[in-house]
T-cell receptor
Framework: NAGVTQTPKFRILKIGQSMTLQCAQD?????MYWYRQDPGMGLKLIYY???????DKGEVPNGYNVSRSTTEDFPLRLELAAPSQTSVYFC???????????????FGPGTRLTVL | GEDVEQSLFLSVREGDSSVINCTYT??????LYWYKQEPGAGLQLLTY?????DMKQDQRLTVLLNKKDKHLSLRIADTQTGDSAIYFC???????????FGRGTSLIVHP
C-alpha cells in the first residue's frame, strides 16, 4: 500500500479528545476519499475531495472534518471523539489501471481508532 | 440510494471451490469489482469486470456477471488457507468516482 500512507496506525482516544488522521498519496490525483469500516458493515464514505480546496460530504460526515490544502494530503479531523467513532479508517485514491483509466480505488493500510 | 448486497460468511474446505455472490441495484453500473481484505490490512483490488462482459477469468478466479438479474459472483478454484479473508463487492456508475461497497463476505477456509 505504498501509494497511500496513513498515520498513525493505531490510536486510543478518550471521549472528548481531538485528533487528526493523516493521509498522503504518492500520485497527483485530484480525487481522495475517507472511509470508516465497522465489523459487518462494510465501508462507509465519510468525506471525499475532488481537488485541492474542494471537499464534500459522504454518507457519514457527522463528527468529522477534512481539509485539502494540497493535492498530496487529505487529513481527517475528529474534534470531540465519541465511542461511536471507534472504527478502522481508510484513506483512498483512484488507481491508475491499464489504459490509464482511474476508476478503481487504491486504499491505504488504515488507522485503527478506539475511543474510550 | 444504490445498494450492494452480499452474504456475510462463507465456509469451505481447503481444495474446494468457493463462490461468493453479490447483488446490486444500480442499473447504470459500468464497472464491478472484487476487493480482498486480509486481517489487519486495507482493501486490495482482486479483479474487476466491465458491465458489457459476462465472464472474466484470471488464474484461479472466475467472475460471472448476470446483468439482467444484477448478480455478480466470484469463484475461487482450489481454495487455499491463504484465501481466507473478507471479500468486498463494489460497483461504479458511469461518470462517478465513488463506488458503492457491499458489507463484505468473510471467507473461512478450513482443512
Amino acid at each position: 500500500n505504498a501509494g497511500v500512507t496513513q498515520t498513525p496506525k493505531f490510536r486510543i482516544l478518550k471521549i472528548g479528545q481531538s485528533m487528526t488522521l493523516q493521509c498522503a498519496q504518492d500520485m497527483n490525483h485530484n480525487y481522495m476519499y475517507w472511509y470508516r469500516q465497522d465489523p459487518g458493515m462494510g465501508l462507509k464514505l465519510i468525506y471525499y475531495s475532488v481537488g485541492a480546496g474542494i471537499t464534500d460530504k459522504g454518507e457519514v460526515p457527522n463528527g468529522y472534518n477534512v481539509s485539502r490544502s494540497t493535492t498530496e494530503d487529505f487529513p481527517l479531523r475528529l474534534e470531540l471523539a465519541a465511542p461511536s467513532q471507534t472504527s478502522v479508517y481508510f484513506c483512498a485514491r483512484p488507481e491508475a489501471r491499464q489504459g490509464g483509466s482511474t476508476d478503481t480505488q487504491y486504499f491505504g493500510p488504515g488507522t485503527r481508532l478506539t475511543v474510550l | 440510494g444504490e445498494d450492494v448486497e452480499q452474504s456475510l460468511f462463507l465456509s469451505v474446505r481447503e481444495g474446494d471451490s468457493s463462490v461468493i455472490n453479490c447483488t446490486y441495484t444500480d442499473s447504470s453500473s459500468t464497472y464491478l469489482y472484487w476487493y480482498k481484505q486480509e486481517p489487519g490490512a486495507g482493501l486490495q483490488l482482486l479483479t474487476y469486470i466491465f458491465s458489457n462482459m459476462d465472464m472474466k477469468q484470471d488464474q484461479r478466479l472466475t467472475v460471472l456477471l448476470n446483468k439482467k438479474d444484477k448478480h455478480l459472483s466470484l469463484r475461487i478454484a482450489d481454495t487455499q488457507t491463504g484465501d481466507s479473508a473478507i471479500y468486498f463487492c463494489a460497483d461504479l456508475s458511469g461518470g462517478s468516482y465513488i463506488p458503492t461497497f457491499g458489507r463484505g463476505t468473510s471467507l473461512i477456509v478450513h482443512p
